[in-house]
């Protein structure tokens, strides 16, 4: 996904937060995903708990987006905000081979200047 972005990390508040991540193999074409990416991405910067979001893909169309939340419930709404449920729809019929989605709560974070080691 090539959505543009002030840095390269998300910038989070200390733990504990939620972690959704959508990892997924890329159809051949671009058939607007872009665009519907980039609109994705700034609806859920408004979602009541969204915190930040991290997203990379490689040449071979894996890609990986990890987006922070600061609870369950605001997961679970955003999963049902109706152009996001649109653009799922899309997802599986254009753009996706196969994807999985993953949640987990996030404990502990640290950076490479805050290492435990």
Do not use: C
């Amino acid at each position: 996904m090539s959505v543009a972005s002030e840095h390269l990390f998300a910038t989070l508040p200390d733990p504990p937060y939620y972690v959704v991540t959508f990892s997924s193999d890329r159809t051949q074409g671009e058939h607007g995903y872009g665009a519907m990416a980039e609109r994705m991405v700034d609806m859920a910067r408004q979602q009541p708990g969204f915190l930040g979001i991290e997203s990379a893909r490689g040449a071979d169309g894996f890609g990986i987006t990890n987006s922070y939340w600061a609870d369950e419930a605001s997961i679970l709404a955003w999963k049902k905000v109706v152009d996001h449920l649109a653009a799922q729809r899309l997802g599986r019929e254009r753009w996706y081979r196969d994807y999985r989605v993953r949640i987990g709560r996030i404990e502990r974070a640290y950076s490479m200047s805050e290492s435990e080691f």
